[in-house]
Nanobody, 123 residues
């Protein structure tokens, strides 16, 4: 059974930073392609970032490129999302997700999801 637990969300002023973590209960964590996705109130869920099994390949939405960094520590079964220069439009519930396939990195199709952590950026 796969369990994903996010942490690190909160309230921050525009221009600030937050680091999200996602702890995974997966026996073969290094075999899973990991992603961060978000959903703001009244909006559709959207892709934020993803990282390959080894961590060597990363993918970002254009809206966060240059501000957010995704990384993973396979020894700790954890994936991170470092968010810098936050903007009010980054306000959303952020969820991590896991899947085996690395095809279509920006896809929203994942079989395993965490509960999410709220990120609120004030102007």
């Amino acid at each position: 059974q796969v369990q994903l637990v996010e942490s690190g969300g909160g309230l921050v002023q525009a221009g600030g930073s937050l680091r999200l973590s996602c702890a995974a209960s997966i026996r073969t964590f290094s075999s899973y392609f990991m992603g961060w996705l978000r959903q703001a109130p009244g909006k559709e869920r959207e892709f934020v970032a993803a990282v390959s099994w080894s961590g060597t390949s990363t993918y970002y939405a254009d809206s966060v490129k240059g501000r957010f960094t995704i990384s993973r520590d396979n020894a700790k079964n954890t994936v991170y999302l470092q968010m810098n220069s936050l903007k009010p439009e980054d306000t959303a519930v952020y969820r991590c997700a896991a899947r085996i396939s690395a095809s279509r990195p920006e896809s929203l199709q994942y079989p395993y999801w965490g509960q999410g952590t709220q990120v609120t950026v004030s102007s």
